[in-house]
């Protein structure tokens, strides 16, 4: 097996590219609060209401992208806590993903030492932003769970 080799930079995002099983899109469930959740995606955007109900119709839509679109409502009002907490939901949930599946884990530990980056050109807090100068949470979260796995 030839190993491809690994830029200094990884950049992921959309569904077709390289690295597309870094994204929270990406079809890889979790197991949290003791449920199964289809994605991350679904998993964090449910984290944002305390609404029951209003979590279980984002952990029961179909695609990560009807999970999104349910989160971004603003007629269910967020939690209070939200943006105090949603990094380490974040963390917790990427970090879940990637120990229970084999084949993304193995590729976030191929990227070894590369800087992680998620090129969102709409997010300038999980990802890199239109210039290229967000603060790229996600990638951060990828970092820090790949050098816990070294660990392992």
Known sequence: ??????????YFYA???DFAEFSNFAPF???????????VEHFFQAQ???????????????????????GMTRRVPLREDWEEIKDQ???DAVRVKFQTHEQPRQLLLSTRTARIVENAPM?????????GQG???LGQILMQV???LALD
Do not use: H
Not at 48 to 70: G, V
């Open 123 to 131: 997010d300038a807090y999980w990802g890199c932003g239109p210039d």
């Open 29 to 39: 469930g979790v197991a949290m609060e003791g449920q199964w959740w289809r994605t």
């Open 15 to 17: 569904q077709t590219d």
């Open 146 to 148: 790949r050098q816990e």
């Open 89 to 91: 939901i974040m963390l």
């Open 48 to 70: 944002k209401f305390l609404d029951i109900s209003y979590r279980e119709r984002i952990r029961a839509a179909i695609k990560p992208k009807d999970a999104k679109a349910l």
């Open 1 to 10: 097996m030839v190993e491809k080799s690994i830029p200094t930079t990884v």
């Open 135 to 137: 603060l790229n949470r």
